[in-house]
Structure formats: structure tokens, C-alpha cells
């Protein structure tokens, strides 16, 4: 089956980095937009980034200019670069194909997933 897997999470403190990866299996991604998704204790599972089968990048705007989604079809995996990293990213972070592909131009519109990985949790905290 079509599968996901999610590593690269971790505690990091304020400010602090991590490169998240998103690897695919059972098919090949190339073909596919491919979005980053997290929730947190308490709130709903949001959309944060997609990346188009062509390469562009979209976020929503709390993670603006901190992060940067990418891809490398060679390795079948998606990317997920944070930078100056918040206690709000505090999450468990997901990778799916966004349930319309139309949507990766506009994350915050995407309410919905398919071929969801385990996640992998990430916490920002002093």
C-alpha cells in the first residue's frame, strides 16, 4: 500500500531548528503534491505546506519565512526545513497527499489528507 513515514522531529528550544523528512513508499511521488500538515493537543490538524509536483512552495502565513518545504524525487522523500522554530509549532507534524491536489497553492484551504504517516512529533520549548 501507498505509505508515508515521517522522521527527523525532535525537542529543540526556541529559535532552534529542524529538518524534517517525509518519505514515500509503495509509489512514486513525483507525479504528486505533497503537503506538511501538524496538530497539536487540543486543536485541529492544519495544513502548514505543500509543495506541487512542479516544485512550488506554499505556506500559510504563520510560517512564512521560517520554513521551507522541498523535494527530492530521486529519494522519493519531501522535506520540511523549520527555522526559528515557536513554542505554537509545537505538534505533531504529518505528511499526506492533500486531498485535492489543487489546493497546495493555498495550504490554508486544504482540510483534508490521504496516505497519512505516523507523524513525527516536534517540540519547541525552554
Known amino acids: 500500500q501507498l505509505q508515508f513515514v515521517e522522521s527527523g522531529g525532535g525537542l529543540v528550544q526556541p529559535g532552534g531548528s529542524l529538518r524534517l523528512s517525509c518519505a514515500a513508499s509503495?509509489?512514486?511521488?513525483?507525479?504528486?503534491?505533497i503537503g506538511w500538515f501538524r496538530q497539536a493537543p487540543g486543536k485541529e490538524r492544519e495544513a502548514v505546506s505543500c509543495?506541487?509536483?512542479?516544485?512550488?512552495?506554499n505556506y500559510i502565513d504563520s510560517v512564512k519565512g521560517r520554513f521551507t518545504i522541498s523535494r527530492d524525487n530521486a529519494k522519493n522523500t519531501v522535506y520540511l526545513q523549520m527555522n526559528s522554530l515557536k513554542p505554537d509549532d509545537t505538534a505533531q507534524y504529518f505528511c499526506?497527499?492533500?486531498?485535492?491536489?489543487?489546493?497546495?497553492?493555498?495550504?490554508?484551504?486544504?482540510?483534508?489528507?490521504?496516505?497519512w504517516g505516523q507523524g513525527t512529533q516536534v517540540t519547541v520549548s525552554s
Open positions: 499526506a497527499l492533500p486531498g485535492i491536489q489543487a489546493l497546495c497553492a493555498h495550504p490554508d484551504l486544504i482540510r483534508s489528507g490521504n496516505y
Open positions: 509503495g509509489f512514486t511521488l513525483d507525479h504528486f503534491a
Open positions: 509543495i506541487s509536483n512542479g516544485g512550488g512552495s
